[in-house]
């Protein structure tokens, strides 16, 4: 691992395989690991209530995303971290290194979210849809931001077509690419100060 600091975000709708990489990474890159939806989960803990109807509180006070999305930003800053979240690849674009993006198609991102939360494929589909609808309003009302545009990411994934650990594979390749590449250019610059 080069010395320098590095952000990684991961980013992705819910049952992307966001988490799960992101955590991936941390570990084989030993990087501190930071959730923003977590983050969020815990809000909602806080209140009480479930993270829909977070979310539903959420588009009518700002305040929650901003909190959320300020505490994006100061892990960054901090660096030597993997932020997963919906919006980390925008909240921490002027920090981050490489900035994944995640996906996978509707009902394959159910299934797995039925799966992981022992709910029916219908509950998650519905939760699902609340989410990301509700996602897509607040952060167009709040930053302008459109989170179908994905121009701003370094790589972007489909992980229904690839086994967890092919996806794992392709992560770590690119991210020992990239330290690799970092770590020649700060040695030529120190050559290039040097002479």
Not at 33 to 62: D, P
């Amino acid at each position: 691992m080069t010395k320098d600091k590095i952000v990684i975000t991961v980013s992705g709708p819910p049952g992307s395989g966001k988490t799960t990489h992101a955590k991936k990474i941390a570990e084989k890159f030993n990087l501190r690991y930071f959730s923003t939806g977590k983050y969020f989960r815990q809000m909602a803990l806080k209140l009480g209530i479930s993270l829909e109807k977070f979310h539903s509180k959420a588009e009518v006070n700002s305040k929650f995303d901003f909190k959320a999305d300020n505490k994006t930003i100061e892990e960054a800053k901090k660096g030597n971290v993997v932020i997963d979240g919906h919006l980390t690849g925008w909240m921490a674009k002027d920090y981050a290194d490489i900035k994944i993006y995640l996906t996978a198609p509707l009902k394959t991102r159910a299934k797995r979210i039925a799966k992981r939360d022992g709910k029916s494929i219908e509950d998650a589909l519905e939760e699902i849809r609340i989410r990301e609808e509700s996602n897509k309003r607040r952060y167009l009302k709040y930053y302008g931001i459109n989170l179908d545009d994905l121009s701003i990411y370094d790589i972007v994934i489909n992980t229904e077509k690839w086994k967890e650990e092919e996806v794992s594979q392709i992560l770590e390749k690119l991210i020992e690419y990239y330290i690799k590449k970092k770590s020649l250019r700060n040695k030529e610059t120190v050559n290039i100060n040097e002479t």
